[in-house]
Nanobody, 127 residues
């Protein structure tokens, strides 16, 4: 079973930047979709952004499009969610996720598709 280790996060002022890391126990260049979801106590788990390992194709939720990016560091087998122009509504626990994928479309955005999850990391954006 794929295991994921979340790290990064913390607190930042509105407009600031943070980076989250995800280290899976499988090759980040493999036929998997990797991504992040976020959750608050009052909301269901929400898709943030995804990357397909083989092609590095990314897709993002409308709410973060243009502000967030995902990159791969193959030397350390680590994925990064780079968050900029952060807003208070980005405050949540962020979870890295992984699921096998062999399609030609963008990575699925439903949490039900992903069966491996990191432990989560808190991101707090102060207004």
């Amino acid at each position: 079973q794929v295991q994921l280790v979340d790290s990064g996060g913390g607190s930042v002022q509105t407009g600031g930047s943070l980076s989250l890391a995800c280290e899976p126990t499988i090759d980040i260049g493999s036929s998997y979709c990797f991504g992040w979801f976020r959750q608050t106590p009052t909301k269901e788990r929400e898709a943030v952004g995804f990357i397909y390992g083989r092609s590095s194709r990314t897709n993002f939720a409308d709410s973060v499009q243009g502000r967030f990016a995902i990159s791969q560091d193959r030397s350390s087998n680590t994925l990064y969610l780079q968050m900029s122009r952060l807003r208070p509504e980005d405050t949540a626990v962020y979870y890295c996720a992984a699921g096998y994928y062999s399609g030609a479309d963008s990575c699925p955005t439903s949490a039900n598709y992903y069966y491996s999850w990191g432990q989560g990391t808190q991101v707090t954006v102060a207004s």
